[in-house]
């Protein structure tokens, strides 16, 4: 499906850093969500967002619209910073730069942080952030500076306080004789705000963009399969377009999920990535390492060329395999995020849970599996018969897929059906046996 450009109105949520802990970032109590109109007079602005929410787009619209508004903008791409400053620009060049240094005019810097970095370590993005700062240095009180980032990317920095340090903004606290106090640090410019996902209005427009000729029905069926959490994202939302002009239907979450899996994996097959990979194979590679990601609990998966460290997966050794060349290719999947200092992170959680239910059930079919597997998600604790915490969210997707297991499982707990996966797939005598199971439960702690 070609790519179409729609001009929609994003809203930035304001958030706070309680404590100053990065790991904990809040909704600012009675914070507005603010448009871009109302950022620009803004300083130092922190842009987060979730991985296809279509961040770096709104970045690089911005710098457009404002150069063409006859303004001093720039758009740059962190990774760029580095290793060749003067042609790291993509809106503005350096002979703009150079002229704004020395203009008394103000100027809109839109750096779009890691998404598409081949940034090894948080380290590199200090030294871009570090390399910036200093370039701008002469003239950082005329700067606008909009960074872009995927939360979880900037949570990994060692210093919380980068922007304070390199991109500082006013003059520094005086004593009463004029000095620079320097045991005092000046309060912080920085505002932190996440993208909004889409909203109703904004998703009917976007569909229409793509030539949805039934919109109405169109969000009904995504209302009804209960995927509006992917519809909030662009990235997310072109492959739901995608599904729906295919079949006409989106059906329900397990249909879903498993069309964009195969849409994410398509170019693989069809020679669009650096090779071409057979299909069957690279579904039972993401299988595994999704597996992988949900047994050991690491998300992060290390690229070939990556640094691999404890809390990092290797794909090497869940795919002893696979060349590098390959490996490579395949991490460049629409079904991953983007490379992260030499990693990535599977895009979707429940496309991951989906994929290693899919996985356990490959299993189960082969001699002697589903003994293996039974006791990956089923447990005795002092005689009592349990399904293991981690696996439920994976179980849930797998009672759809094994008979015996979800009978095993449902004796256990019938509730397991409706805490995710996709209950309306599930034989209509089974869903009134769980509605039954769980009225009578419910009925027995009432008494």
Sequence with gaps: MRDIVVQLIRRFVPITV????????????????????????????????DPGAGKTFEALDRARRLKARGRKAFFIRIEAIGSAFENAFEVGTREEFNAWLTSGEEAWFFLDSVD?????????????????GARVQPARERAHIFITSREDAWQALGDRTLIEQHLPFGAPPQDEAGAEASDE????????????????????????????DDVNAFVAAIDRANLMPLAERPF?????????????????????LRRMVDLQLAPLSAGAASVRLDPARVLGAVRALAAAVTLTGKTVIC?????????RIDPKGVLPDWPDEELDALLRAGVFDDIVYGSVRFR?????????????KELVDRPAGREAVEDLFFRSVYG???????????????????????????????????????PAQLPLPVRRTILAGIVERIADEQD
């Design 116 to 132: 598409e970095a081949q940034l090894e370590t948080p380290r590199a993005l200090e030294d871009a952030i570090r390399t910036f």
């Design 303 to 311: 690229c070939p060329d990556g640094i691999l460290s404890p809390d």
């Design 384 to 422: 009592e018969a349990v399904i293991v915490p981690r696996m439920r969210p994976t179980l849930a997707w797998l009672i759809l897929l094994d008979d015996r297991i979800r009978e095993r499982a449902l004796a256990l707990e019938p509730e397991i059906a409706t805490e995710g996966g996709d």
């Design 18 to 49: 309680p404590g100053r802990d990065w790991d904990f970032l809040a909704t600012a109590p009675g914070g507005r969500p603010k448009r871009w109109h109302e950022l620009e007079d803004a300083h130092r602005v922190l842009i987060l967002a």
């Design 348 to 360: 979707h959680r429940e496309i991951r849970e989906l994929l290693t239910a899919e996985w356990a």
């Design 236 to 256: 997310d939302l072109k492959a739901l377009i995608a599904k729906w002009k295919a079949d006409r239907d989106l059906g329900g979450r397990l249909v879903v």
């Design 185 to 212: 640090k000046p309060s912080s410019a920085l505002e932190i705000f996440r993208l909004a996902g889409l909203k109703l209005d904004e998703i009917r427009l976007f569909a229409s963009h793509y030539a949805v």
